[in-house]
């Protein structure tokens, strides 16, 4: 987990699934997704209280995505981590990204056991912005 070589494979990544992204411009899942935008980023919002946020189509799971993502960026509780990565094992997705502030070492584990490459407690933007691409 957080290991230099993934964070930087990682941030590589142009189609990101976005779980918990808000419309609401103050918080850190919109401001973050924005930005990750403005580098070239495809955001694929994944809320089901929405339709659609930062002029993309919402959707209410991972497994409903019309593409597959190469990275899943995670703005939810700890307590949600272990069922997403459950569907990332289900899916055969292999990049999560779970934002500064969350932390679920179990999950982790879980998900690193399965192939998961996991980046966790870490915000994309700052990293992104410190490998000046």
């Known amino acids: 987990m957080n290991e230099p070589d993934t964070i930087r494979r990682m941030l590589a990544a142009r189609t990101i699934a ?15 997704s924005r930005y990750m935008q403005s580098a070239g980023c495809r955001i694929l919002p994944v809320n089901p ?7 993309e189509r ?7 995505l019309p593409e597959t993502p ?6 939810r509780l700890p307590r949600y981590i272990p069922a997403i990565v459950d569907e990332m094992i289900a899916l055969g997705l292999t990049q ?3 934002q500064q502030g969350i932390l679920h070492r179990e999950a982790a584990q879980h998900a ?12 994309i933007m700052v990293e992104h912005r410190m490998q000046r691409f």
């Open 18 to 32: 976005v779980i918990g992204l808000s419309d609401d411009p103050a918080k850190p899942s919109h401001y973050v």
């Open 49 to 55: 209280s929405l339709d659609h946020v930062l002029g």
């Open 58 to 64: 919402a959707y209410p799971s991972l497994t409903a």
């Open 70 to 75: 190469e990275l899943v960026n995670v703005f």
């Open 96 to 98: 999560l990204w779970v």
């Open 112 to 123: 690193e056991a399965h192939g998961i490459s996991v980046v966790m407690d870490r915000c």
